[in-house]
């Protein structure tokens, strides 16, 4: 995430922040998941030994595009 940037408008005016998830048992932000989304008989999501990461969102203060970036390692703790 070297010099990042906004894609919509080219700003470097770029806020750090995060997604929050506020479901109930959360942990208050959300994941990025690694492979297309399968759910299971009740639905939900299958996460078993998927790797995840904390994501990042950049706000454009100029525009307010949001850029999403995920570390490029350091997999979450598995729940
Ligand atoms: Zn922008």
């Known amino acids: 995430m070297a010099d990042p940037r906004c894609t919509a408008c080219q700003s470097v005016a770029l806020e750090p922040g995060f997604i929050e998830d506020s479901g109930e048992h959360s942990r208050g932000y959300g994941r990025w998941v690694s492979g297309a989304l399968a759910t299971g008989i009740f639905g939900g999501?299958?996460?078993?030994?998927?790797?995840?990461?904390?994501?990042?969102?950049?706000?454009c203060t100029v525009c307010?595009?949001?850029?999403?970036?995920?570390?490029?390692?350091g997999d979450l703790d598995d729940r």
């Open 45 to 59: 999501a299958k996460l078993m030994g998927r790797p995840k990461h904390a994501i990042t969102a950049l706000r």
């Open 64 to 73: 307010g595009h949001l850029e999403l970036y995920v570390a490029a390692s």
